[in-house]
């Protein structure tokens, strides 16, 4: 895509393995992206970005993906939104990039209000976080981009501002607590989802539990990495206003803004990168999650999984094959986050728990 690639090659030399399905991924995806600029130049009106989300977004596109968008209005409502998410469903669908959401039309209109307003509290429902998170973690704004870098900006603002022990309590470390604890909620929603899909729709379920302990998961550890990012990566930054704030609210801001423009991947490599992770732990999350991207780029096996019934669950070869890999990248995580670099583990012993 278009972000700092550059880690992703530096670790595969600690490593000393190649990842052709991380490459392949990112190929796809910039050459989507330029796809969809060329057809949807101009079909965003003034105070709105048109947003993709999911597997592009990060630069995992695979033939068989979605693309997840939304027009994000961030201005006055008006009714010619929902004409412009009409007309931009009918050039996805007629140019044979995506067919019609069976969610109907609405699922493609968003407005900035409730993302930066309804953080927690009863009107902050499922959709409303998620969107949220992910526009944080994997967006990319198609055109137009002000009105998406204008809400990021917002966002990440009241997270700060309303972030007391940040800003005030002289104890460190630096940690965005209100940003992590809200990733950590959207987390735990995706993961009480996912049951409730295996229950109520059957089909797809292998790939969606393959996807839940892969990019999924992904997502979720880019999303604590982000949160850490002030003790882990601006440890030597400035960041005392000198007004009787730890942190200088602009700054600090800036600084995430810069952090949350890295995919979840290169989120990952960044943390890999640390000197006291081995190039053994390296290898297991990123050789394990290019095979995980292997098999999605897969038509074939894809539809395999897609197709695949509940019964056949302990039988089935691929399932299998897909599995052993989602233990492995766990075994990964595991020894990033609570083995061999303790200052990530405290952290995550801190935050993450209590």
Same mark, same amino acid.
């Given at each position: 895509?278009?972000?700092?690639?550059?880690?992703?090659?530096?670790?595969? $030399?600690?490593?000393?393995?190649?990842?052709?399905?991380?490459?392949?991924?990112?190929?796809?995806?910039?050459?989507?992206?330029?796809?969809?600029?060329?057809?949807?130049?101009?079909?965003?009106? $003034?105070?709105?970005?048109?947003?993709?989300?999911?597997?592009?977004?990060?630069?995992?596109?695979?033939?068989?993906?979605?693309?997840?968008?939304?027009?994000?209005?961030?201005?006055?409502?008006? !009714?010619?939104?929902?004409? *412009?998410?009409?007309?931009?469903?009918?050039?996805?669908?007629?140019?044979?990039? @995506?067919?019609?959401?069976?969610?109907?039309?609405?699922?493609?209109?968003?407005?900035?209000?409730?993302?930066?307003?309804?953080?927690?509290?009863?009107?902050?429902?499922?959709?409303?976080?998620? @969107?949220?998170?992910?526009?944080?973690?994997?967006?990319?704004?198609?055109?137009?981009?002000?009105?998406? !870098?204008?809400?990021?900006?917002?966002?990440?603002?009241?997270?700060?501002?309303?972030?007391? =022990?940040?800003?005030?309590?002289?104890?460190?470390?630096?940690?965005?607590?209100?940003?992590?604890?809200?990733?950590?909620?959207?987390?735990?929603?995706?993961?009480?989802?996912? *049951?409730?899909?295996?229950?109520?729709?059957?089909?797809?379920?292998?790939?969606?539990?393959?996807?839940?302990?892969?990019?999924?998961?992904?997502?979720?550890?880019?999303?604590?990495?982000?949160?850490?990012?002030?003790?882990?990566?601006?440890?030597? !930054?400035?960041?005392?206003?000198?007004?009787?704030?730890?942190?200088?609210?602009?700054?600090?801001?800036?600084?995430?803004?810069?952090?949350?423009?890295?995919?979840?991947?290169?989120?990952?490599?960044?943390?890999?990168?640390?000197?006291?992770?081995?190039?053994?732990?390296?290898?297991?999350?990123?050789?394990?999650?290019?095979?995980?991207?292997?098999?999605?780029?897969?038509?074939?096996?894809?539809?395999?999984?897609?197709?695949?019934?509940?019964?056949?669950? =302990?039988?089935?070869?691929?399932?299998?094959?897909?599995?052993?890999?989602?233990?492995?990248?766990?075994?990964?995580?595991?020894?990033?986050?609570? $083995?061999?670099?303790?200052?990530?583990?405290?952290?995550?012993?801190?935050?993450?728990?209590?």
């Amino acid at each position: 895509m278009e972000a700092r690639s550059e880690v992703i090659e530096r670790l595969a $030399e600690k490593v000393g393995h190649t990842w052709p399905n991380v490459v392949a991924a990112r190929e796809r995806s910039a050459a989507m992206l330029a796809r969809l600029r060329e057809l949807l130049r101009g079909q965003d009106p $003034e105070d709105t970005s048109i947003i993709v989300f999911g597997s592009f977004a990060r630069g995992e596109y695979t033939v068989g993906s979605d693309i997840d968008w939304t027009l994000l209005i961030d201005g006055r409502a008006d !009714e010619a939104h929902l004409t *412009q998410a009409r007309a931009i469903t009918k050039l996805l669908k007629e140019s044979k990039i @995506q067919d019609e959401s069976p969610f109907g039309v609405f699922d493609n209109v968003s407005f900035s209000h409730p993302i930066l307003h309804q953080i927690g509290g009863h009107d902050d429902t499922n959709r409303n976080t998620t @969107q949220r998170i992910l526009l944080l973690l994997e967006s990319v704004a198609i055109g137009r981009a002000e009105a998406h !870098e204008r809400v990021l900006d917002l966002v990440l603002s009241r997270y700060i501002a309303d972030d007391r =022990g940040l800003r005030f309590s002289k104890r460190k470390p630096l940690v965005l607590g209100f940003l992590f604890n809200d990733i950590v909620r959207y987390w735990r929603t995706i993961t009480i989802d996912f *049951q409730a899909k295996q229950r109520n729709k059957r089909d797809g379920w292998a790939l969606r539990n393959i996807k839940l302990r892969t990019s999924r998961k992904l997502l979720f550890a880019s999303g604590m990495l982000t949160c850490f990012s002030l003790q882990l990566f601006g440890s030597g !930054e400035p960041w005392s206003s000198g007004e009787g704030e730890r942190v200088d609210p602009v700054r600090t801001r800036r600084f995430l803004r810069d952090r949350i423009r890295l995919t979840p991947l290169e989120h990952m490599a960044e943390a890999l990168l640390r000197p006291k992770i081995s190039a053994e732990t390296a290898g297991m999350v990123m050789d394990n999650y290019d095979a995980f991207l292997g098999i999605v780029a897969d038509e074939e096996k894809r539809k395999h999984l897609v197709n695949l019934p509940v019964e056949a669950l =302990g039988e089935d070869a691929l399932f299998k094959e897909a599995s052993r890999l989602t233990y492995t990248f766990q075994d990964g995580l595991d020894r990033l986050f609570f $083995e061999e670099d303790e200052d990530i583990a405290s952290l995550v012993r801190r935050f993450g728990v209590f």
